[in-house]
């Protein structure tokens, strides 16, 4: 390698290195680790393992002269998802045990006490000729193997090369990097999914009073995602809402039962009431450090308001009423319509459907009642998935029937 070539790789190593530590999602990570190890090698293909207790899990691949071929949705057909052992039976699994790397110029004619076996199952399935491999391991920082990386086909020129010494350097530094960067992302997603948990778990406390289910919160906290989502916010505002909107109703907790619990309809001082979970919910989730909470409280607060500035408690009208509450209110009135209430039965979808359009522009935001009733077969996805049984709506009435949990 010619040294302003090397100086521009040791550069770019240095700018990836920081750039990865920014990549939240898992997902995205993966890919640009993939890119990244690929253009500092000069790879022509790719393929990234995890590791997941003893084995390695294929996650990612990447190949330019098959993608360019075929491109990457056709590309894609040719991976499986795959485990392997960690062993020294594999290239990888022999790097993710011993964190050596393993640099040969040619897997078609390996040397035959090195042990291994080129497995030529991808190249006769993509009609690819894979020539030279270098597997490095990805650590975190005490040296434990989290995943492998595996480039394939060092280009020079248009013509397939060995991987040079420096090539092999960088990789491993590269590889440093790319470890800890994994397990970040791996321990915010981990925090992130124990928050959401916690979230929806509290949320559906509710469930043994209200005779609510919590499948009704997985689903209007789903539409309320898909409402926000087509509504153009940001990403991490569309993952606040998916968080916040599951604790719109927690000031129904501070309503007593024979209100909350009545089969038919209520006086209109039980309504004054049941009306105050709206402020209840605000004062419980009020005040928070955490913004998802926070959030939390706004749309507890603001749920129940209406376009038209009939709603409660506040009667805001329009845009005076937070997005936040605007979407969860169109995404909680469809499923309440379109579920079993202990006060009435559920109403078709023809008849949610009529009533959002009724009451565009009164009860809801026009702008989202559009965007809702053009995503409709979303919607109806997230119902098929989270059905209500009758079950789930029975199981409270009598309470020495609660099944005891296998824990
Ligand atoms: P919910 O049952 O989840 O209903 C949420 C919202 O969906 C209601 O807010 C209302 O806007 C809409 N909705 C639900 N069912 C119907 C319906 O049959 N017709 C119409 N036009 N809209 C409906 P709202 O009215 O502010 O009620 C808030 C909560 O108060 C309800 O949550 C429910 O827990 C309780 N609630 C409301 N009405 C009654 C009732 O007549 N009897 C009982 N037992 N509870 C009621
Ligand atoms: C491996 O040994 O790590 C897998 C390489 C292969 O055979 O494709
Ligand atoms: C619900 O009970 O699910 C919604 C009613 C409300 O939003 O107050
Ligand atoms: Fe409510
Ligand atoms: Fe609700």
């Known amino acids: 390698m010619q040294s302003p070539e090397l100086q521009s790789k040791l550069e770019s190593l240095v700018r990836v290195g920081v750039a990865l530590s920014s990549v939240r999602d898992l997902d995205e990570?993966?890919?640009?680790?993939?890119?990244?190890?690929?253009?500092?090698?000069?790879?022509?293909?790719?393929?990234?393992?995890l590791r997941k207790g003893e084995e390695l899990e294929f996650h990612i691949a990447h190949n330019r002269s098959?993608?360019?071929?075929?491109?990457?949705?056709?590309?894609?057909?040719?991976?499986?998802?795959?485990?392997?052992?960690?062993?020294r039976q594999s290239m990888?699994?022999?790097?993710?045990?011993?964190?050596?790397?393993?640099?040969?110029?040619?897997?078609?004619?390996?040397?035959?006490d090195s042990g291994f076996q080129y497995n030529p199952s991808f190249d006769k399935r993509s009609g690819y000729f894979t020539h030279?491999?270098?597997?490095?391991?990805?650590?975190?920082?005490?040296?434990?193997?989290?995943?492998?990386?595996q480039l394939i086909n060092s280009m020079d020129n248009g013509r397939i090369t060995a991987f040079s010494p420096v090539s092999e350097m960088l990789v491993q530094a590269f590889a440093a990097q790319a470890g800890v960067a994994l397990v970040n992302a791996q321990l915010d997603l981990d925090l992130k999914k124990a928050h959401q948990e916690t979230l929806f778990r509290l949320s559906s406390a509710a469930e043994y009073r209200d005779k609510e289910t919590s499948n009704h919160i997985k689903r209007m906290s789903h539409f309320s995602r898909i409402l926000a989502r087509d509504a153009g916010l940001t990403r991490d505002q569309v993952d606040m809402i998916f968080c916040s909107s599951p604790m719109h109703d927690v000031?129904?907790?501070?309503?007593?039962?024979?209100?909350?619990?009545?089969?038919?309809?209520?006086?209109?001082?039980?309504?004054?009431?049941?009306?105050?979970?709206?402020?209840?919910?605000?004062?419980?989730?009020?005040?928070?450090?955490?913004?998802?909470v926070r959030q939390a409280a706004l749309v507890a607060l603001t749920h129940h308001e209406k376009w038209d500035g009939t709603g409660y408690p506040r009667r805001l009208a329009g845009e005076a009423i937070p997005l936040e509450g605007r979407i969860v209110a169109l995404a909680d009135v469809y499923d309440?319509?379109?579920?079993?209430?202990?006060?009435?039965?559920?109403?078709?979808?023809?008849?949610?459907?009529?009533?959002?359009?009724?009451?565009?522009?009164?009860?809801?935001?026009?702008?989202?009642?559009?965007?809702?009733?053009?995503?409709?077969?979303?919607?109806?996805?997230?119902?098929?998935?989270?059905?209500?049984?009758?079950?789930?709506?029975?199981?409270?009435?009598?309470?020495?029937?609660?099944?005891?949990?296998?824990?």
Request: hydrophobic residues 40%.
């Open 29 to 49: 990570l993966l890919e640009r680790i993939l890119d990244e190890a690929m253009s500092l090698s000069s790879a022509d293909g790719a393929s990234l393992y």
């Open 92 to 112: 990888a699994g022999y790097c993710a045990l011993t964190g050596k790397s393993l640099n040969f110029p040619d897997v078609q004619a390996l040397p035959l």
């Open 336 to 407: 309440a319509l379109s579920s079993r209430r202990c006060y009435k039965e559920p109403w078709s979808e023809d008849r949610v459907q009529s009533f959002l359009v009724d009451q565009r522009g009164l009860h809801f935001d026009p702008a989202l009642v559009d965007l809702f009733l053009a995503g409709m077969s979303e919607i109806r996805q997230i119902q098929s998935l989270y059905q209500d049984s009758d079950s789930d709506l029975e199981k409270l009435t009598d309470f020495s029937k609660i099944p005891i949990p296998e824990l």
């Open 66 to 87: 098959l993608e360019a071929k075929m491109g990457r949705t056709g590309m894609s057909l040719f991976y499986e998802r795959f485990s392997m052992p960690i062993s």
């Open 251 to 292: 000031g129904k907790i501070g309503i007593p039962d024979h209100i909350l619990q009545k089969p038919g309809k209520l006086t209109p001082e039980e309504r004054v009431i049941m009306e105050s979970h709206a402020v209840i919910g605000a004062h419980i989730l009020k005040d928070s450090e955490v913004p998802v």
């Open 132 to 149: 030279s491999m270098l597997t490095v391991p990805m650590s975190d920082r005490l040296g434990q193997c989290v995943g492998v990386l």
